[in-house]
């Protein structure tokens, strides 16, 4: 179904999930012959976890990954039986749940390691686990000076038949190419160990979006593909979703709730940051900084109504904002889009992450529960 033939309720995000799974095609025959995770944490990037999940195995994704259990447990809650591995764990996180539920754990550190392997002998279960080598992100991971000690006892306690090590994985910080080589060479080093320790993981990944589609040598096994199953751009440096064979998912779009015309000198919005310079038409659209909609972005981004480009006047509010369309034919109740596909004639997600100083990621992301999300396409 076309966006733009469905026509838009007060505030929406429309979400396509044909284009998700046309996104995940794409990269799969890109990065072949290794897999693809879709990453469906933070419900899906804010596009909807199930439903985006579901897209993406049917668009050849191999397995998913989240970030924490509740994630993985929603997915399964839903019927999806698709490989999960979730990787982000509370200090004082119970796993039996998730072994229960053949869920794969990501283990950063021995203790982690540790208390998965107790969760699996009090369930008269094994624990499929993937071991977080730090190769230079400095978040989470087991620091190279203990790695040799993790994977020593992973492999017992593989012995002891309460662990399985599926995967070894690390992430990239997508910093610089020398940089990133750097980090692949640690983590295939970490390999060598973990494998000289007698682990024999079937699962080696380092690459998100960006190392996926330009560092092929980064993509070993598996690659964990976020942001650019959503179609966003994982680069920041101007390439565009159509460039890579991609398509944006969300359209953020409502309708024009009041209009207006003003005179020279006319003040619009908090503060009157924004004053007629002439006479004017001003837009006003019932979305606002508590659906997400960036307050940072004030008098920098722009909208699409009509297919034409219009300019924010004043200051973003929590539930509107407004829009100068000058001498444009603008009644209430047309279409506004705030983002979406830049080839229907939409600003992008990273347009307006520009306008806000942020990048497209935490655009798509930040967008707030009262604004319903509506499904098209898909199986």
Not at 103 to 119: C, F, H, P, T
Not at 206 to 232: C, F, K, N, Q, W
Not at 319 to 342: S, T
């Amino acid at each position: 179904m076309n966006p733009r033939h469905v026509r838009s309720p007060f505030r929406e995000a429309l979400i396509d999930l044909d284009a998700v799974r046309e996104n995940v095609t794409t990269i799969a025959r890109a990065v072949a012959p290794a897999g693809v995770m879709a990453v469906v944490k933070a419900d899906g990037y804010g596009h909807g976890a199930v439903a985006v999940a579901r897209a993406a195995l049917a668009g050849g994704a191999d397995r998913l990954g989240v970030a924490d259990l509740d994630e993985a447990l929603a997915l399964r809650d839903a019927g999806i039986e698709a490989p999960v591995l979730a990787w982000l764990h509370d200090p004082a996180a119970r796993f039996d749940a998730a072994i229960a539920h053949d869920i794969d754990l990501g283990a950063s550190s021995l203790a982690q390691l540790e208390a998965m392997a107790d969760a699996a002998a009090s369930a008269g279960r094994i624990a499929n686990v993937h071991l977080k080598l730090d190769t230079g992100l400095s978040r989470n991971g087991v620091l190279p000076a203990d790695w040799e000690d993790v994977v020593t006892r992973a492999a017992a306690l593989e012995a002891d038949g309460r662990v399985r090590v599926r995967g070894l994985f690390s992430h990239l910080a997508n910093t610089s190419p020398d940089e990133d080589a750097a980090q692949l060479a640690a983590f295939l080093d970490g390999v060598a160990t973990a494998e000289r320790a007698g682990l024999t993981p079937e699962i080696r990944h380092i690459a998100s979006t960006a190392a996926a589609l330009r560092m092929p040598e980064a993509r070993l096994d598996l690659v964990r593909i976020g942001i650019g199953l959503y179609g966003v751009p994982p680069f920041g440096d101007g390439t565009t979703a159509a460039e890579l064979g991609l398509t944006p998912v969300m359209t953020l779009r409502g309708r024009v709730a009041a209009v207006r015309r003003v005179e020279p000198g006319t003040g619009a919005s908090y503060g009157h940051t924004w004053r007629a310079s002439h006479r004017t038409t001003l837009a006003l659209v019932p979305l606002g900084y508590a659906d997400g909609v960036p307050r940072q972005a004030s008098g920098r981004a722009e909208v699409a109504i009509h297919g034409t480009r219009h300019r924010i006047a004043g200051r973003i509010a929590m539930d509107q904002f407004l829009v100068d369309v000058g001498e444009a034919e603008v009644a209430v109740g047309d279409e506004v889009v705030l983002f979406g596909d830049p080839a229907a004639g939409a600003p992008s997600a990273d347009d307006w992450g520009d306008a806000a100083d942020t990048i497209g990621y935490e655009i798509v992301t930040r967008i707030g529960p009262r604004v319903p999300r509506t499904h098209v396409g898909g199986a």
